[in-house]
């Protein structure tokens, strides 16, 4: 086993690894030292099988800090790719991870051979996201990363050909008519999938063009069908719903 010890400010970090890995947190984590937790992190769960961090001997100046641990497994590929559970014990604490809804992300236990069981889980929602370039391969290659991601996760009730068709029109949509890099999410929770194509073009999507079927085939497919827009460019997204449940909320929720 080997063990390593930074520190920051009020903050230290210990880290003991013997194939998996396990993080105790000690002192106040605020908004200033979020990437001294978030860096090391994500760095140990593209590394390990499974971190477990321990937090029951640290404070928090607001709950919006937690977000440090879904960031931290997102940018390391998400579950089941990376394995994150933290140990807390304090009940003020275990309402911060409920409020922040962090504990849905992220698997939690009071004990920290519990969390390590529980990495295995699916948490309640798990997400995706990759960036791709407007070129003719991105319909293709979102197909692959989909069909990938799609297996490793259960998603009961849900049609994975569906999910592709509409993908390949909104990827094929956004590299035909807005001609930036896009950026492409999928989340799924208890309530059903998502998925979206973000793009940095102003103008909207045209849902009857002159040739071919455009979104109509996205309208016929998925539950609810949707454009965001945003200062730097739109997010079209999809919903399609698990067991005849109406959707939930998305993304950005």
């Avoid at 760095?43 to 800090?65: C, E, F, G, H, W």
Wanted: glycine share 8%; charged share 25%.
């Amino acid at each position: 086993m080997t063990r390593r010890e930074r520190r920051e400010g009020d903050l230290s970090m210990a880290v003991d690894r013997d194939g998996d890995a396990r993080v105790v947190l000690r002192g106040t984590l605020d908004p200033e030292h979020v990437a001294f937790v978030r860096d090391p992190v994500t760095a140990l769960l593209r590394d390990v099988d499974r971190v477990v961090v321990d937090i029951t001997a640290l404070s928090i100046t607001s709950t919006s800090v937690l977000q440090v641990f879904p960031d931290a497994l997102d940018a390391a590929g998400g579950w089941p790719a990376a394995r994150l559970a933290l140990v807390y014990r304090d009940r003020t604490m275990g309402q911060a991870l409920r409020a922040s809804r962090v504990a849905r992300r992220v698997a939690v236990a009071d004990e920290p051979e519990l969390a390590l069981l529980r990495c295995a889980e699916q948490p309640r929602e798990v997400r995706a996201r990759w960036t791709l370039p407007p070129g003719l391969d991105a319909p293709r290659l979102s197909r692959s990363r989909l069909g990938l991601q799609l297996a490793s996760w259960s998603c009961p009730g849900s049609d994975p050909r569906r999910v592709e068709a509409v993908l390949n029109e909104l990827v094929t949509n956004a590299v035909l008519h807005a001609g930036t890099d896009l950026q492409v999410g999928l989340l799924l929770d208890e309530d059903g999938l998502r998925v979206e194509v973000r793009d940095s073009h102003p103008a909207l999507p045209v849902t009857d063009p002159p040739s071919g079927y455009g979104l109509r085939v996205v309208a016929a497919l998925a539950a609810q069908w949707g454009v965001d827009e945003r200062a730097d460019g739109k997010t079209v997204w999809a919903r399609f719903s698990c067991d005849g449940r109406a959707p939930g909320p998305g993304l950005d929720a």
